[in-house]
C-alpha cells in the first residue's frame, strides 16, 4: 500500500546497475513496504538488462543517467565527455521510450561540460547528501546500518544495486529490509526523485 504523498520524505538512490541479480532483490524488498527509490543507470548495463530497466519504470520508480560506462569524469577528452552523458540518455530513451529527467556523474564528480550536456539534454543534476559508502572494506552490512541510522527527512541517499568496481550490494541486501522497516516506523517514506 503506497504512502499517502505528504509522509515525510527521504529518497533513497541506487547506482550502477540494473544488475540481474541484485536490482530484482531490491525493487523485491521496496515493493514489500511499498516504498519508491530512484536508480541511475549506467547506459551499457540498462541495454544488457532491458526487462529490469523496465520493471523499475513499472514499479514507479525514477530512472536517471549515470552516463553510458561509467568512466571516471576527468579521465577523457570533452568530446568523449559529453558522449558518455549524451550515449547513457539515449541508451535509456530508446529502452524507455522518454528521456531521462535526471543526472548523477560517476563517483559525484562534476565537470562542467558533463553538466552542460545533462542540462541541454532537460536533465537535473543530482547528488546525494548521505552516502552507504556500500563498497570497498567498510562496506559492510553493520556499518551501513549504523551510517544509515542517521538517515534524516528530505536527505538523498546513495546506495548502489551494481556490482561496478568496489561496490558490495550483497552486504547492502543484507541490511535493507530492516532498514526500510526502520524507516517506516520511524513514519518515514522514501520517494522517488521526479
Ligand atoms: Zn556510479
Do not use: K
Not at 81 to 90: F, H, K, L, P
Amino acid at each position: 500500500m503506497p504512502y499517502a504523498v505528504d509522509f515525510p520524505r527521504v529518497y533513497l538512490s541506487f547506482d550502477d546497475g540494473p544488475d540481474r541479480e541484485w536490482t530484482p532483490r531490491i525493487l523485491d524488498m521496496l515493493e514489500e513496504v511499498g516504498m519508491r527509490a530512484t536508480f541511475f543507470m549506467i547506459g551499457r548495463q540498462a541495454q544488457r538488462a532491458p526487462e529490469l530497466v523496465r520493471r523499475i519504470a513499472a514499479d514507479g520508480h525514477a530512472v536517471g543517467n549515470h552516463t553510458y560506462s561509467h568512466r571516471h569524469p576527468w579521465s577523457m577528452g570533452e568530446c568523449a565527455a559529453r558522449a558518455e552523458v549524451r550515449d547513457g540518455a539515449n541508451a535509456l530513451s530508446e529502452l524507455l521510450g522518454q528521456p531521462p529527467r535526471l543526472y548523477r556523474p560517476p563517483y559525484g564528480r562534476q565537470r562542467t561540460c558533463m553538466s552542460e550536456q545533462a542540462r541541454t539534454q532537460g536533465e537535473r543534476l543530482v547528488l546525494w547528501n548521505l552516502s552507504a559508502v556500500d563498497w570497498g572494506p567498510w562496506g559492510t552490512a553493520g556499518r551501513i546500518r549504523r551510517r544509515l541510522a542517521h538517515v534524516r527527512e528530505n536527505d538523498v541517499v546513495l546506495m548502489h544495486d551494481g556490482r561496478n568496481r568496489h561496490n558490495r550490494p550483497d552486504e547492502l541486501g543484507r541490511m535493507l529490509p530492516g532498514f526500510l522497516r526502520a524507516l517506516a516506523h520511524r513514519g518515514l517514506c522514501s520517494c522517488s526523485l521526479s
